[in-house]
């Protein structure tokens, strides 16, 4: 069973503009988080997505945004870009119904904002 | 809120050391508690979890026992190999309702084991 994907592997952009990263969950997961992780913060809860739906979300501006297509593959949205969302952004998704508890996480996408 | 704290990195070991990674919580009620390793390049894995007071849980020779008394979870392994250098994180997941797929996770210890 393919674990679970995201492309593009890295990305590199400017101040200002605005990305989109992607997801693809092992097949059969309904529900797909996003986190960011930098050296000085850590990993940090973006939102979470089930059944097309965001049931939770982090403490970040609404800059970032995310959805869910009725396959499962999310997207998540950065737009005007700064400096500081220069990060790894990790996608994790859920077996539905598996209470959660184990999370499988994809390799990341590298973000880098000049 | 939840908040996972663990004990500042980088650790380094010689081979066939005895590893100790602290991690202390807080959090309301009852979470389940988890660490994840991520080797370079990769996404988070789980190693080993427990869900309730005194669980001890147990994966490729590491353990680590919820203690609820002192609000802790320590990574203990008995013998480092070189293959064990990675990023290690402590997360909790809370059971406030309407958070179950929400990981709070610690910053992370970056171990490294030398032959």
């Known amino acids: 069973k393919a674990g679970v994907t995201q492309t593009p592997r890295y990305l590199i952009k400017t101040r200002g503009q605005q990305v989109t990263l992607s997801c693809s969950p092992i097949s059969g997961h309904r529900s797909v988080s996003w986190y960011q992780q930098t050296p000085g913060q850590g990993l940090q809860f973006l939102f979470e997505?089930?059944?097309?739906?965001?049931?939770n979300k982090g403490n970040f501006p609404g800059r970032f945004s995310g959805r869910q297509f009725s396959n499962s593959r999310s997207e998540m949205n950065v737009s005007t870009l700064e400096l500081g969302d220069s990060a790894l952004y990790l996608c994790?998704?859920?077996?539905?119904?598996?209470?959660?508890?184990?999370?499988?996480f994809g390799s990341g996408t590298q973000l880098s904002v000049l | 809120g939840d908040s996972v704290t663990q004990m500042e990195g980088p650790v380094t070991l010689s081979e066939e050391a005895f590893l100790t990674i602290n991690c202390t919580y807080t959090?309301?009620?009852?979470?389940?508690l988890f660490w994840y390793v991520q080797y370079p390049g990769e996404g988070l894995q789980l190693l080993l979890k427990a869900t309730k007071a005194d669980d001890k849980g147990s994966n490729k020779g590491f353990e680590a026992t919820y203690r609820k008394e002192t609000t802790s979870f320590h990574l203990e392994k008995g013998s480092v190999q070189v293959s064990d250098s990675a990023v290690y994180f402590c997360a909790l997941r809370g059971n406030s309702g309407g958070s179950n797929y929400k990981l709070t996770f610690g910053k992370g210890t970056l171990l490294t084991v030398n032959p």
């Open positions: 994790a998704s859920t077996p539905s119904g598996g209470g959660g508890e184990k999370l499988f």
């Open positions: 997505y089930f059944s097309e739906t965001q049931r």
């Open positions: 959090a309301t009620g009852y979470p389940s």
